[in-house]
């Protein structure tokens, strides 16, 4: 058993989020183009005696994260070790937050995913990435694609992932919201005021044929989220956000996943810089981010 293990996870944006209505069992079918960003957060596992499982938290919206066992990453750690350890294994977990919480940029699958992997070479059970990737779609819908990283199509509830084509990269700017927004919150705005069809297949067909020849054009158009309105609806001033960015210079708005974070799609490094020193000024956001993409999902940066 190493004495530690040091994990990095990125945040993600989904470029194109199609969601059907909801299931019996309570859950959508999505079609989403997910994208790992250059946002991570840094799970730090150590030994614990008697089976102990603890988490710290600092960094990014540290206060906002539980460190009792609704904790993803504590719970990832549980599942693990009930499926594939023994009851004596323990773990304290430090989780160093850049990633925003509840921005739609999936920070608590990213715990997650992250806790999977750092428990999983701290414990020495040599698990190989199909396996983690089963326990990661029991966690949440988005735990898959943190492990996984890059671009890659999700369908079901998003768990089922397709590696995706990506040429060249992309340059984003992120502006985050005064507050957090809860994700069934905003998937039950879109169950009461839906009348319309999802999205349909061929747009995100298009954005991922976009996506494989580096078509700035074709990505810009065919960027779309089902959940932006709800989004809007339940935090106004997003739009706010959206508009003032636009005027700045990002290429396209999108709010990411359930929102609150708005990602801007820039043309390139100079038009990034310029938009994150324009946001920064704009009263609806808090703190602005830049990043790029695609990058690698789930990945040990050093044990000792």
Not at 47 to 59: A, I, K, M, Y
Not at 71 to 76: D, F, I, P, R, S
Not at 155 to 161: D, F, H, I, K, S
Not at 239 to 263: M, N, R
Request: proline letters at 5%.
């Amino acid at each position: 058993m190493d004495a530690a293990v040091r994990v990095q996870v990125p945040a993600k944006v989904n470029l194109g989020l199609s969601v059907s209505p909801r299931r019996e069992d309570g859950f959508h079918e999505l079609t989403t183009l997910f994208m790992a960003v250059s946002l991570h957060d840094i799970i730090t596992a150590t030994p614990s005696r008697r089976g102990r499982l603890t988490v710290e938290v600092s960094g990014e919206g540290a206060h906002q994260v539980p460190i009792d066992m609704s904790n993803l990453a504590l719970k990832a750690a549980a599942l693990l070790r009930s499926r594939y350890g023994t009851p004596d294994l323990g773990a304290h977990l430090v989780i160093d937050k850049q990633i925003p919480v509840a921005g739609g940029m999936a920070g608590g699958s990213a715990d997650a995913a992250g806790g999977l992997l750092a428990c999983s070479m701290l414990w020495g059970l040599d698990l190989g990435q199909a396996q983690l990737l089963e326990l990661a779609a029991e966690l949440g819908s988005d735990v898959p694609f943190s492990l996984m990283g890059g671009c890659a199509l999700g369908t079901g509830r998003g768990e089922q992932l397709a590696p995706a084509l990506c040429k060249g990269t992309y340059e984003w700017v992120f502006a985050l919201a005064h507050r957090g927004l809860s994700t069934p919150r905003v998937f039950a705005d879109y169950d009461r005021y839906n009348e319309s069809q999802p999205t349909p297949r061929a747009v995100i067909d298009g954005l991922m044929t976009g996506l494989a020849s580096h078509d700035l054009k074709a990505v810009r158009t065919g960027m779309c989220n089902d959940l932006q309105n709800s989004a809007i609806r339940l935090y106004p001033a997003i739009l706010d956000t959206i508009e003032e960015g636009l005027s700045l210079g990002g290429l396209t708005a999108i709010v990411s996943g359930s929102g609150p974070t708005v990602a801007f799609l820039c043309a390139d490094a100079d038009d990034a810089v310029n938009l994150v020193v324009g946001l920064s000024s704009v009263p609806s956001v808090r703190a602005v981010l830049r990043a790029k993409g695609p990058v690698p999902g789930a990945r040990a940066l050093s044990s000792s």
